[in-house]
């Protein structure tokens, strides 16, 4: 069992920035790839971005490449995403959630059902 915790989320302006982070329980974080999803009102759940357990592999939705960035530090058991240039379309609960197929990302890992754990999201309000 893991239990993830998000924070970090607030209300900002266009064009600025947040780091949202999640802490995770237990001693295999690192054995468990990591991803973000976010849920917008009236949309259905949407990948962000997914980072391998080693962090060497990172992936984006398109619409954030080049203004999101993934990472991770497994010492202190959290992963992070920086979020820059931030657009009224960004508004949503965020969300971090644990791979289910281990520290290896495939070529599902946008789908919402191949992750495992859930954290309980972070709300990010973008005002224009």
Not at 115 to 124: C, E, H, K, N
């Amino acid at each position: 069992q893991v239990q993830l915790v998000e924070s970090g989320g607030g209300l900002v302006q266009a064009g600025g920035s947040l780091r949202l982070s999640c802490a995770a329980s237990g001693r295999t974080f690192s054995s468990y790839a990591m991803g973000w999803f976010r849920l917008a009102p009236g949309k259905d759940r949407e990948f962000v971005a997914a980072i391998s357990g080693s962090g060497g592999s990172t992936y984006y939705a398109d619409s954030v490449k080049g203004r999101f960035t993934i990472s991770r530090d497994n010492a202190k058991n959290t992963v992070y995403l920086q979020i820059n240039n931030l657009k009224p379309e960004d508004t949503a609960v965020y969300y971090c959630t644990a791979y289910r197929r281990g520290s290896n990302l495939y070529s599902d890992y946008e789908l919402p059902d191949r992750y495992v754990y859930w954290g309980q999201g972070t709300q990010v309000t973008v005002s224009s």
